[in-house]
């Protein structure tokens, strides 16, 4: 069964710095990762979608990776804004439907 | 401008009464999913949908029902049998059941029952 963990649960920096989101998996064999920012009360909105067969999504100041093999992922924000506070989910695409299974998120405060 | 209208925002209900949660989307997408969020979890998926009038059960799909009798629209029904009803309630949609594209959400409905 796969499962989806993000570590940390909450992250409070700076604004100007650069960041890393982790996002983990335990079954390798998915179609593609997905991140997506909430933010409270809100719906989800997607930021990057990576497929199984890439490396790397890139989407302005955001940059997705992709491990397979040791079933990772990274979200690499750059020169962070206080309007990138928000949570942060990944999920993974396993099947051939639309079914993800999410993390539990990580909640990111940037501070002025 | 295409998107994912969920309604109402929030609801509130008695405990022991059935409730509908609206879903339309404008995308022209195929597949249509029903996800849960609970406080300090992910979300969770209830029900989805691959094409008009046929739909399958996710992973926490007892105590609510569905149909999907037009391509735009994916109600949720909350029975009196759900025993945990209150949450936030995500609609999402995308283009194809395959894994090459991206899934669009909703706003979310946030149902309280007492």
């Known amino acids: 069964k796969q499962e989806v963990t993000q570590i940390p649960a909450a992250l409070s920096v700076p604004e100007g710095e650069n960041l890393v989101l982790n996002c983990s998996f335990t079954?390798?064999?998915?179609?593609?990762l997905q991140w997506f920012r909430q933010d409270p009360g809100k719906g989800l909105t997607s930021l990057l979608l990576?497929?199984?067969?890439?490396r790397e999504q890139t989407s302005g100041r955001l940059n997705a990776s992709l491990d397979k093999s040791s079933g990772r992922s990274t979200l690499y924000i750059a020169a962070s804004q206080p309007g990138d506070s928000a949570t942060y989910l990944c999920?993974?695409?396993?099947?051939?439907?639309?079914?993800?299974?999410f993390g539990q998120g990580t909640t990111l405060q940037v501070k002025p | 401008d295409g998107g994912i209208t969920q309604s109402p925002k929030y609801l509130f209900r008695k405990e022991g009464q059935n409730v509908t949660l609206s879903c339309e989307q404008n995308?022209?997408?195929?597949?249509m999913y029903w996800y849960r969020q609970d406080p300090g979890q992910g979300l969770r998926l209830i029900y989805y949908?691959?094409?008009?009038?046929?739909?399958q059960k996710g992973d926490i799909a007892e105590g609510y029902s569905v149909s999907r009798e037009k391509k735009e629209s994916f109600p949720l029904t909350v029975t009196s049998a759900q025993k945990n009803p209150t949450a936030f309630y995500l609609c999402?949609?995308?283009?194809?059941?395959?894994?090459?594209?991206?899934?669009?959400f909703g706003n979310g409905t946030r149902l309280t029952v007492t």
């Open positions: 999402a949609s995308s283009t194809i059941t395959g894994g090459v594209s991206p899934l669009h």
């Open positions: 079954d390798s064999a998915i179609y593609n």
């Open positions: 990576i497929q199984s067969s890439q």
């Open positions: 999920a993974v695409r396993s099947g051939n439907t639309g079914k993800l299974i």
């Open positions: 995308l022209n997408h195929d597949a």
């Open positions: 949908s691959q094409i008009v009038n046929d739909f």
